[in-house]
């Protein structure tokens, strides 16, 4: 009896490996897929703005959004990241890379060496986006000031920190479609749709996550703990915010002031500082998409506790 488990035991065991190195096998976007093209450099700079690339990698403390030299720590359940050096450095950021490395890693998730960036790295959104923009957006980041020095590297425990790992990852929450226009929407609500979920990656922050750290689709900008460990992020569905008009929304992107007089604070301020710099015409397009968003009823926050005075 034993004599004939342990074949089956190990013809098991080989299949399960070839199983999980298939689905581990990091994605890329051949140099030869990349058709010739002319890059709209002011393009670029409007696809900056809407990623919010100097959110996480302008560098920490100064004011200048186009010094890509990263540093900022980035806190999750699964350990602590630090944005990279992305800018034209060629020995510390991405001076060296080619566009087909840019484009891989912007929508693929996978870096020059082959491997598996980590999902801090907002690419299961970016993955939406057109590839002519992300070409655009490679052309633009090239124009801006390189950086030196190296950032330190990630600080993620064991097993989260097996990069190959990722790959199942990608497998269960990332599903390659680019994105696709609505032809009953109007051209400006199908805008505001593309960089809301693409470029915009609203849903990152704005969605509640699974144990696994995925985002639970049924919940979609339903709000939730903030993925960096304080606070909440809001719910921006109708179920939340119904009584804001197109018009605060895109008032909002522009300036951070909420209808009710408040102002942006924390991870929102940052987005600001993007958006802001975006056309009045972006702006209204993203209120658009935003504003026709249902309403969904996500997570309970926590109660408030404290001294009452």
């Not at 450095?89 to 082959?114: C, H, L, Q, Y």
Request: charged share 20%.
């Amino acid at each position: 009896m034993l004599r004939r488990i342990y074949p089956a035991a190990i013809l098991a065991g080989i299949v399960a490996v070839g199983v999980y190195w298939w689905l581990t096998i990091p994605s890329t976007i051949a140099a030869s897929a990349l058709p010739a093209y002319r890059p709209d450099i002011g393009n670029g700079s409007t696809i900056f703005n809407a990623g919010g690339c100097s959110s996480c990698h302008a560098v920490p403390d100064q004011p200048d959004r186009t010094r890509l030299g990263g540093g900022l720590a980035i806190p999750s359940p699964f350990g602590t990241f630090y944005a990279p050096n992305i800018s034209p450095d060629p020995n510390d950021g991405i001076g060296r890379w080619s566009e087909a490395d840019f484009v891989t890693a912007v929508m693929k998730g996978t870096s020059p060496d082959d491997t598996h960036f980590f999902p801090a790295f907002p690419y299961t959104s970016y993955q939406h986006a057109k590839v002519e923009d992300v070409r655009d957006l490679f052309a633009f980041i090239k124009t801006l000031p390189p950086v030196a020095g190296k950032v330190r590297g990630h600080d993620v425990p064991f097993p989260f920190n097996i990069r190959r790992n990722i790959g199942v990852w990608k497998f269960l929450f990332m599903d390659g479609k680019p994105f696709t226009p609505d032809p009953t929407r109007s051209a400006q609500w199908n805008r505001g749709a593309y960089l809301v979920t693409s470029f915009g990656h609203c849903a990152e922050c704005h969605s509640p996550r699974n144990f696994l750290g995925g985002i639970i689709r049924t919940q979609r900008f339903a709000g939730g703990p903030n993925p960096e460990g304080e606070g909440w992020v809001p719910n921006i569905t109708q179920k939340n915010l119904g009584d804001w008009s197109a018009k605060d929304f895109a008032y909002f992107l522009k300036t951070g002031e909420l209808p009710e007089g408040d102002s942006a604070s924390g991870l929102m301020a940052r987005v600001i500082r993007n958006t802001s710099q975006l056309s009045d015409e972006d702006r209204a397009a993203m209120a658009d998409y935003l504003k026709s968003l249902p309403p969904v009823e996500g997570p309970t926050p926590p109660k408030r506790t404290g001294s009452k005075n």
